[in-house]
Nanobody, 119 residues
């Protein structure tokens, strides 16, 4: 089971930037960043951006052109550069990743990091 540790959240004004980082305890395969979503714990988390082992990316429509997901396979890290932040980006953001050497294993989640964008 992977352990994922996130960092980089915080408070920023609208239009500002933040960089989230996720460090895994082992080699990772497919990974991504998700947000809790407004209103309720227990609701399925919303995909923000995902990245494959070889760097193929996918973004939610709401963040295209503003956020960039990247990874460093040698460091077992996945990062999310968040630019032109808006108040509606405020949420708890979670890193998710599948282990590389355990096909069929469930993915792991980080503890979450709060992003707050003030207007």
């Amino acid at each position: 089971q992977l352990t994922l540790v996130e960092s980089g959240g915080g408070l920023v004004q609208a239009g500002g930037s933040l960089r989230l980082s996720c460090r895994a305890s082992g080699k990772i395969n497919f990974a991504g960043w998700y947000r809790q979503g407004r209103g309720s714990l227990g609701k399925t988390r919303e995909m923000v951006a995902t990245i494959s082992r070889v760097g193929d990316t996918n973004y939610a429509d709401s963040v295209k052109g503003r956020f960039v997901i990247s990874r460093d396979n040698s460091e077992n890290t996945v990062e999310l550069q968040m630019n032109s932040l808006k108040p509606e980006d405020t949420d708890i953001y979670f890193c998710n990743a599948y282990p590389l050497f355990s096909p069929g294993s469930m993915s792991s989640w980080g503890q979450g990091t709060q992003v707050t964008v003030s207007s």
